[in-house]
């Protein structure tokens, strides 16, 4: 039987191993898989619906991800149509620390001029990377390089009508959701001269 703890494992297994994070992710899946139809064969309905609940919320934290990132881009190809000069660079397999834990995922890398912006976005993978408080379930950094008042801390939650959100965390403690005109304001901070 395939438990929650040896999927862990395979995942472990796979960082070790030095896999990519698109890699490792496609693993999981298939391990996710895997391990649901087993346990549905075997009659245990409560690990089948765990496994898919995780399922699930992977593919809801990879799609959060992808809004983040591509409407960043996004918004960065409308400025330079318009004449700016915004500059791109894009990782996977990213690893980033939030609190104690590790997140891995994506990063997204602006530059205009001298100045930089930076998006990271991603999860923890395995138990040694630790856990997301406040009830979120993914995280992201919108981080200005030498402007750190501008920055913003993101918790991947859900709405009231059960959909994934970015909610940017304030620094006074409150919680607003983060909109494409939060991001727009986010590149005219780094397009000014």
Known sequence: MITSRSLWERASAGIRRGYGVSELEDQWTSALAEAERRARAQGRQDIAEYVALRSTNDRAR???IDWLITTFS???????????????????GHRFRIGSATMAGRLLTLRFGARELQVEAGWPRTPRDGFIRGGGFACAHIRHIGKSHLNDELLLTRSAASAPEWTVLKKDGKRAVLTKESIAKHLAELGKT
Not at 74 to 92: P, Y
């Open 74 to 92: 996004e918004l960065a190809a409308d400025v330079n149509r318009a004449g700016s000069s915004f500059q791109t660079d894009h990782v996977d």
């Open 62 to 64: 990879r799609t959060a």
